[in-house]
């Protein structure tokens, strides 16, 4: 009988499915020494949130969580209560995989804006600020924008200005979902400071997980008086890591020597490198611009379960075929070069 071929070791599914990388795993080994105090009072979380200053400046308020979800919902019911609305993608992680969990932590309404290569403008925002004063209207307090987007796609600075500018013009506030930020100020050539708060941004759910980090994301305010019961929120989400040394030494290692951008750089230029490869198949059309770590792309009906066969992946939109190719940090040529042998098998028919 043939032998089954082989599985590849890494996928293009998603970077939630890399491993961890090796300067973050020693980092946790270095902490798992001794006895510490418990839910954050301890040297390593300390010397983290010291490294997130270092990158963002002084005068910000950081709290470690799990998971973005966690750090979503949180961000936004610090920023709101039950009557306020909040203005997204229709493609946005909040309003599409986080299982309805924003709406029933925060009681608010959100509201779904149609996209542009994955992003939401400031004409689409503006349409939808309405009602205000109204006591039988939802109030918009929030616009959140993912960055880079769930279409693979980056804001220009000068997008997310425009929509702070907005924001804070009518009392209301920005708030990034950052899952993969770092891959973002990598492709703009930004320090994570340049793509956040010298923008406007007010909030921040700053993601490890996706960059390498095992596990634990970082929410950032940029204005502290908007963190002001935040320790109680986190508590009531059950977001507080009572061994929160070993997320801080996760985050300090990422902001050290560079190991944010360094990893960042690779799944993006992987992404790039992929890109050129699949673009050489008259089948395959990618569908957006590849400004990230991801490739989006339209395949044939038939090709999907066939590449399926060695590699998973997501399909991002079911009716036209697209289907959405991630790279990661440990991403190399060679991975690019073997799937693309098989998509362009796959999609011969």
Not at 115 to 135: C, E, M, N, P, W
Request: with cysteine; hydrophobic share 40%.
């Amino acid at each position: 009988m043939p032998q089954e071929s082989k599985q590849p070791t890494r996928s293009f599914a998603s970077d939630n499915n890399a491993g961890v990388h090796p300067e973050i795993l020693d980092a946790i080994a270095r902490a798992n020494q001794g006895h510490v105090v418990a839910y954050g009072d301890d040297p390593y979380t300390r010397s983290a949130l010291a490294k997130f200053e270092e990158h963002f400046g002084p005068g910000i308020d950081v709290f470690f969580t799990f998971n973005g979800t966690g750090a979503n919902v949180l961000s936004l019911q610090a920023l709101n209560r039950p009557f306020h609305a909040v203005l997204c993608s229709e493609y946005a992680h909040i309003y599409t995989d986080e299982c309805g969990a924003p709406e029933k932590h925060t009681g608010c309404k959100l509201i779904p804006l149609p996209h542009q290569d994955g992003k939401i403008t400031l004409d689409s925002v503006r349409h939808a600020y309405h009602g205000i004063g109204d006591q039988h209207h939802v109030q918009v307090r929030v616009v959140s924008i993912t960055q880079s987007t769930e279409m693979g796609t980056v804001y220009r600075p000068e997008e997310i200005q425009a929509l702070a500018g907005f924001a804070h013009e009518n009392n209301m506030f920005l708030h990034v979902d950052g899952a993969r930020l770092a891959n973002a100020a990598a492709s703009l050539g930004q320090t994570l400071r340049q793509a956040t708060r010298d923008l406007g941004v007010d909030v921040l759910s700053f993601g490890g997980t996706k960059n390498g980090i095992m596990g634990g994301e970082a929410v950032v305010f940029f204005n502290r008086a908007l963190s002001a019961d935040f320790l109680y929120l986190r508590k009531q989400g059950m977001q507080l890591a009572s061994k929160m040394r070993f997320i801080a030494a996760q985050f300090e290692a990422l902001l050290t020597n560079d190991l944010w951008r360094r990893s960042a750089e690779r799944a993006n230029s992987m992404a790039r490198v992929l890109e050129a490869e699949v673009r050489k198949i008259p089948q395959v059309r990618v569908v957006w611009k590849v400004e990230a770590n991801g490739v989006f792309a339209q395949i044939p009906r038939h090709a999907i379960a066939k590449i399926k066969e060695r590699y998973f992946f997501y399909s991002w939109i079911e009716e036209e075929c697209i289907v959405r190719w991630m790279c990661s940090f440990d991403t190399t040529e060679e991975d690019v070069r073997d799937f693309v042998q098989v998509v362009t098998e796959a999609v011969k028919g």
